[in-house]
Antibody, heavy 119, light 111 residues
Framework: QVDLVQSGTEVKTPGASVRVSCKSS????????THWMRQAPGQGLEWMGV????????SYAQNFSGRVSVTRESSTSTVYMELTSLRSDDTAVYYC????????????WGQGTLVTVSS | QSALTQPPSASGSPGQSVTISCTGT??????????VSWYQQHPGKAPKVIIY???KRPSGVPDRFSGSESGNTASLTISGLQAEDEADYYC??????????FGSGTKVTVL
């Protein structure tokens, strides 16, 4: 069964960093893109970035101005998203999702990780 | 990259049809990439893909969901509305250089 399981809820203070994990099972994750999205409370989805199947290439949304990085650990089939210099408006549910190469759609999605930024 | 434009809300009675538009630019929806997808999200749940490559349905998605595209605008039509279709819907488009952009979202209410 194909599944993406994310790490648990995080509470951070402004200026800190957060790292959210996304563990894959049921497929060879080195053959797929892994994307990250977020959704602020009551707001829409926002695409953040992607790591390529090769693991050595990434692409990020310009909105994050270098604050986001996506990495992976092949030995544990886990992809990580780190967001630095956290602000209160980074409070959101963060999702990972899989994309088969050159298909342009995301399936499945992880269950989501709530990150709260508050002083 | 600005969010694609969707109407905030849409509604219809059971059995009726509702169409949601998704307007972008020639750099995304109208860029000829054919990578427009639609996602359904129920409250508190992760999004689920219902349309990919503009008009294709993944296995298990009812055929009352259909997609189309014209110029810089993509559309999702739900025919024969059912109570379980009440949810938020988001379009998403490839936007060059391995980047993607989502729509602003549309809340569908079944009256």
């Amino acid at each position: 069964q194909v599944d993406l399981v994310q790490s648990g809820t995080e509470v951070k203070t402004p200026g800190a960093s957060v790292r959210v994990s996304c563990k894959s099972s049921g497929f060879s994750f080195t053959k797929y893109y892994t994307h990250w999205m977020r959704q602020a409370p009551g707001q829409g989805l926002e695409w953040m970035g992607v790591i390529f199947p090769s693991g050595d290439a990434t692409s990020y949304a310009q909105n994050f101005s270098g604050r986001v990085s996506v990495t992976r650990e092949s030995s544990t089939s886990t992809v990580y998203m780190e967001l630095t210099s956290l602000r209160s408006d980074d409070t959101a549910v963060y999702y990972c999702a899989r994309e088969a190469p050159y298909t342009g759609w995301f399936d499945p999605w992880g269950q989501g990780t709530l990150v709260t930024v508050s002083s | 990259q600005s969010a694609l434009t969707q109407p905030p809300s849409a509604s219809g009675s059971p059995g009726q049809s509702v169409t949601i538009s998704c307007t972008g630019t020639s750099s995304d929806v109208g860029g000829g990439y054919n990578f427009v997808s639609w996602y359904q999200q129920h409250p508190g749940k992760a999004p689920k893909v219902i349309i990919y490559e503009v008009r294709k349905r993944p296995s298990g998605v009812p055929d009352r969901f259909s997609g189309s595209e014209s110029g810089n605008t993509a559309s999702l039509t739900i025919s024969g509305l059912q109570a379980e279709d009440e949810a938020d819907y988001y379009c998403c488009s490839y936007a060059d250089r391995s980047k993607y952009v989502f729509g602003s979202g549309t809340k569908v209410t079944v009256l």
